[in-house]
């Protein structure tokens, strides 16, 4: 099956910094999502982007399809951004997501 | 209001029970879905459930049934619960099968003593 590896695997930021998150995925995929899980267990939909570029707020991603990764870029950071990002991709029948491992983000004021 | 939910939040229960957690969308989506959380956070896909098509990801052992009693409700049931069945457990919904995004339950938290 698809392998999925996201860096760095933690992460400690003080309030106000960016920073970039990466997912390298092993093949070709058809759906690829970010989600923020944040400390009460919560998994919160970020983007669906299995390709080009998006941006809410301070959070933006930019996928490379044909390069097989993409990235979540997190400005300004603030306490609230404090969790465990993934990044999930499909390329099967079913629409099943494969997650990565995940990056913890702590971000301290 | 909330668009995928998941009951009970907590389950704490013996070996060798067995046990069901209930999910329901509103969302209108066509496809749902179960996922496990693991101790090191990491989740893997269970089933997917469409039109009645139920696609079973080969790892998930027998005792894991998903039941739907309708396109709006997907409940696991599980029997003879083991001590590694401990774990969050998930319910998503999407659009469709095909490469639609996935919304997610609060999870179901499952202790086995």
């Known amino acids: 099956g698809i392998q999925v590896e996201q860096s760095p695997p933690d992460l400690i930021l003080q309030e106000g910094a960016n920073s970039t998150l990466r997912c390298n995925f092993s093949d070709s995929v058809n759906n690829l999502q970010w989600f923020h899980q944040n400390p009460w267990g919560q998994l919160i939909n970020l983007f669906y982007i299995p390709s080009g570029t998006k941006q809410n707020g301070r959070l933006s991603a930019t996928t490379v399809a044909t390069e097989r990764y993409s990235l979540l870029y997190i400005s300004s950071s603030q306490t609230t951004d404090s969790g465990v990002y993934f990044c999930?991709?499909?390329?099967?029948?079913?629409?099943?997501?494969?997650f990565g491992g995940g990056t913890r983000l702590m971000v301290k004021p | 209001d909330t668009a995928v939910s998941q009951t009970p939040k907590y389950l704490v229960t013996q070996m060798g029970n067995d046990k069901s957690i209930k999910c329901e969308q509103n969302l209108g989506h066509d496809t749902m879905y179960w996922y496990k959380q693991d101790s090191k956070k990491f989740l893997k896909i269970m089933f997917s459930?469409?039109?009645?098509?139920?696609?079973i990801n080969e790892t998930v052992p027998n005792r894991f049934s998903p039941k739907s009693p309708d396109k709006a409700h997907l409940n696991l049931h599980i029997n003879s619960l083991e001590l590694g069945d401990s774990a969050v457990y998930f319910c998503?919904?999407?659009?469709?099968?095909?490469?639609?995004?996935?919304?997610f339950g609060d999870g179901t938290r499952l202790s086995i003593l």
């Open positions: 999930a991709v499909n390329n099967n029948a079913g629409n099943m997501l494969t």
């Open positions: 998503a919904s999407s659009q469709d099968a095909f490469n639609q995004p996935q919304h």
């Open positions: 459930y469409n039109n009645k098509e139920l696609i």
